[in-house]
């Protein structure tokens, strides 16, 4: 892919990015936003296989909450479609939680410690062996290591005029990132999301900035923010090449 994009980091940290992307078309933001919900795969419990379970709870209400247990994901060390083989034993009285799965290879393990799965009364048990595969979002939602990912066109602020003296300001409510007449780019949580309480006792208009847009991304803890933004654009840029190459031929 050829095209240069500027790319501006909001605000960033391992799970989480806020970030505004300038060049984009509508339908290559759009497609950025797919890739990182259907294309980066994710490891995930597909199958379990119980030893005991004497809980209140049955067998497939308990493989379905494992399921949504997110495991980190060492991209580079496994393909598609490889498995890694968890276990857990626990015997109440006790809660039993991710953090007592444990695993055949050290690199993939719950990515939080403190997902309850059951709590377990006196003389219950829960005992399993369950096969984690990794597979992309396309194949299951359990599968998505994006689980918050938007985006919208970046909005410009611009002051029209001072607002009518004895009309009261009804909130004008945006979220996200703005830019001010000045070329700013400002966290609407720095103003409560209300552009009444930044700019106040003015009129305002707000306008699209053109092939512009603000991304708001959240990982599930697999792997990083950055990891699933890059291979998203992977994704993009190895789907562009083969359909360049098959029109080509």
Known sequence: MTNEFDVEIIERDDRSALFVVRGLTPAFANGI???????????????VRFVENSSVMFDEMIGLRLGLVPLTTPLDDFEVGETVTLALDVEGPATAYSGDIETSVPEVVPADENIPIIELKENQRLEFEADAVLESGKVHAKQQGGVAVGYRHLQRIEVVGDAPEFDEQEPNILR?????????????DEFDNDLTQRYPGK?????????????????????????????????????????????SV
């Open 33 to 47: 936003r797919r890739a990182m919900v259907a294309d980066v795969p994710t490891f995930s419990i597909d199958t």
């Open 176 to 188: 996200g990132v703005i830019e001010t007449e000045d070329g700013e780019l400002v966290v609407t």
């Open 203 to 247: 009129e305002v208009e707000v306008v699209d900035v053109p092939d512009t847009f603000v991304f708001d991304v959240e990982t599930d803890g697999s792997f990083t923010v950055d990891e699933l933004v890059l291979r998203a654009i992977e994704s993009i840029d190895a789907r562009a090449a083969e359909l360049e190459e098959k029109v």
